[in-house]
C-alpha cells in the first residue's frame, strides 16, 4: 500500500467558499496574453497538498496530448469498477451468449445494503440485463451489481480486462462480501471490491468512447448509460455546462489502516467529456484521505474536482 502522507488535511469551511477558490485557481493560470495555459506544476502542487494518495490519468482524444501524475500506482477502484461489468455484459451479448434482453430474477438473498435501490424492492420481481446495467452504472446499486457479476462471472470479467490489455484493472468479487474473493484473495485484502491504475482506467474508457471495447454499437450504448450517471461531484463538477460528461464514480474506506492505525477515504472517478472541439478521457483516484466525510464536500472528491476543471484548461487551451 502507497505510503500515506503526513501533512494535515485542508480545512474547509463550506463549499460554496471552496468553489469559488478552485475556481480562481484556475483563472490565475494564463499567460501574459491571456490566453489559457495550465500550469502543470500547479496538478502537481494540488496532488501533493492532499492529505493521502492522488493519482490522475487523461488524455485529449482529439490531439494525443495526456497528462500522468502517480498514473501507475495501484489503487483501490471502489464502484469505478463496475464499468468492467459493463463492458463484460456487452461482450457476452456481442458473442451471443448473453442478451441483454435476459430477465434475472431478485431474491431476498440477493439483496445487500450500500448505494441502490434494489435492497428496498420486493423479492421475486425479475429485471433485465439492460435494466441491471443502467442500476449498476447510473446509481452505483450493489444488489444489480451482484446480480450481473454472478451471471457473468468473475473470472469472465477479469479475462475480459487483461484482453484488452489491462494488466492491473482487476474485479475480486461481488460488493459486500469483504475477505472473500473470488480470485486473488490477497490484493483483494487490501484493494477490496477491485483495483485499477489512473493510466488503464482512463485507457478503459478511451476504449468506450472509440469503440474499442467491445464494438461500435455497444460503445455507443456504454456512453449513453455512463452519461445518465446521477453522482456529477467530481469530474463534472466545475466544468462548463455545454459539456456532457459520461463518468462512474467510487465511494469507500480503505481494507487496511496505514502507519497512523487510520483507515483512509477512497474517493474516484473515470469518465469521457465531450463537446464542440473536445474529447477527452480522465481518471482521478485518491486513497488513504484523511478527511472521511461522506458527501460531496470531501476532500479527495473536491480535489477530483479541482483537477477535472484544471485538465480540461489544459486540453482548450489556445
Known amino acids: 500500500m502507497p505510503r500515506m502522507s503526513r501533512k494535515a488535511r485542508p480545512q474547509y469551511s463550506d463549499a460554496v467558499h471552496v468553489l469559488v477558490a478552485l475556481v480562481f485557481l484556475v483563472a490565475q493560470q494564463s499567460t501574459a496574453a ?26 485529449n482524444l482529439l490531439t494525443g496530448e495526456e497528462i500522468v501524475i502517480n498514473a501507475d500506482a495501484r489503487f483501490p477502484t471502489a464502484s469505478v469498477i463496475k464499468t468492467a461489468v459493463m463492458v463484460e455484459a456487452h461482450h ?52 444489480a451489481t451482484n446480480l450481473l457479476v454472478n451471471r457473468l462471472g468473475t473470472k469472465n470479467v477479469d479475462a475480459r480486462l487483461v ?16 475477505g472473500k474473493a473470488d480470485i486473488f484473495p490477497e490484493l483483494e485484502k487490501e484493494f477490496g471490491l477491485g483495483m485499477s491504475t489512473p493510466r488503464e ?11 474499442g471495447a467491445v464494438d461500435q454499437g ?4 456504454m456512453l449513453e448509460t455512463l452519461r445518465r450517471q446521477q453522482d456529477r461531484a467530481m469530474i463534472p463538477r466545475l466544468l462548463p455546462g455545454n459539456l456532457q460528461v459520461g463518468n462512474k464514480t467510487g465511494t469507500d474506506s480503505e481494507k487496511l489502516a496505514d502507519e497512523r492505525g487510520r483507515r483512509g477515504a477512497i474517493r474516484v472517478d473515470a469518465g469521457i467529456v465531450t463537446g464542440d472541439g473536445v474529447r477527452y478521457v ?16 470531501n476532500a479527495g472528491v473536491l480535489l477530483g474536482a479541482q483537477l477535472s476543471r484544471m485538465v480540461y484548461e489544459q486540453f482548450t487551451r489556445k
Open 92 to 143: 457476452q451479448a456481442s458473442r451471443g451468449t448473453l442478451a441483454l434482453d435476459t430477465t434475472l430474477p431478485l431474491h431476498q438473498a440477493d439483496k445487500v445494503g450500500g448505494s441502490g435501490v434494489l435492497h428496498g424492492l420486493s423479492a421475486g420481481i425479475v429485471l433485465p440485463v439492460r435494466d441491471l446495467i443502467h442500476l449498476m452504472m447510473v446509481v452505483s446499486d450493489n444488489t
Open 282 to 297: 480522465i481518471a482521478v483516484f485518491t486513497r488513504g484521505g484523511g478527511d472521511t466525510r461522506g458527501g460531496v464536500d
Open 201 to 211: 482506467m482512463a485507457k478503459l474508457m478511451e476504449l468506450i468512447a472509440t469503440g
Open 163 to 178: 484482453a484488452l490489455g489491462l494488466a492491473h484493472t482487476k474485479l475480486f468479487r461481488p460488493t459486500f462480501r469483504d
Open 218 to 221: 455497444a460503445s455507443t450504448a
Open 34 to 59: 491571456g490566453q489559457p495555459r495550465m500550469n502543470l506544476e500547479g496538478l502537481h502542487n494540488a496532488i501533493k497538498s492532499f492529505d493521502g494518495v492522488a493519482g490522475l490519468a487523461a488524455r
